[in-house]
């Protein structure tokens, strides 16, 4: 039987030896993700077994788009979706987790504002 997973690592796997850290990064996650490893640094492990991660990381010279996706008893969702005036999450700060595991802290930004926004995941 044909594995989907398996035959996406395989084609992206070359794409780890970049000299692009942008396609190397995006390679190193999406394996992480299909591998169901789970252990890149763009992404936070957090309560209730939530992984939680931003699209896009470091598209931009600024950052990633300004949502946050979860994955959640093998369930991919949206966590939260920051306003139009927090353009990107800012990924020169990383997402950091709360010693009980049960808030996360991510910072956005503008051209001219950064804000740190802390979302509860007890209650997503």
């Known amino acids: ?68 996706w979860m994955i959640k008893n093998d369930k991919l969702s949206k966590l939260y979706s920051f306003t139009e005036s927090q353009t990107y999450i800012d990924t020169t700060e990383a997402i950091k987790v709360s010693p009980d595991n049960d808030k996360i802290a991510v910072q956005t930004s503008t051209r001219r504002i950064n804000s740190l926004n802390i979302i509860d995941l007890n209650n997503e």
């Open 1 to 68: 039987m044909f594995n989907i997973r398996i035959h996406a690592i395989a084609e992206i796997t070359p794409f780890l030896t970049s000299t692009n850290n942008t396609i190397k990064h995006g390679a190193e996650f999406a394996i992480s993700m299909l591998s169901k490893k789970f252990d890149s640094s763009y992404i936070v492990n957090s309560v209730h077994c939530i992984k939680g991660f931003a699209l896009f990381n470091d598209y931009s010279d600024y950052g990633s788009y300004n949502e946050l």
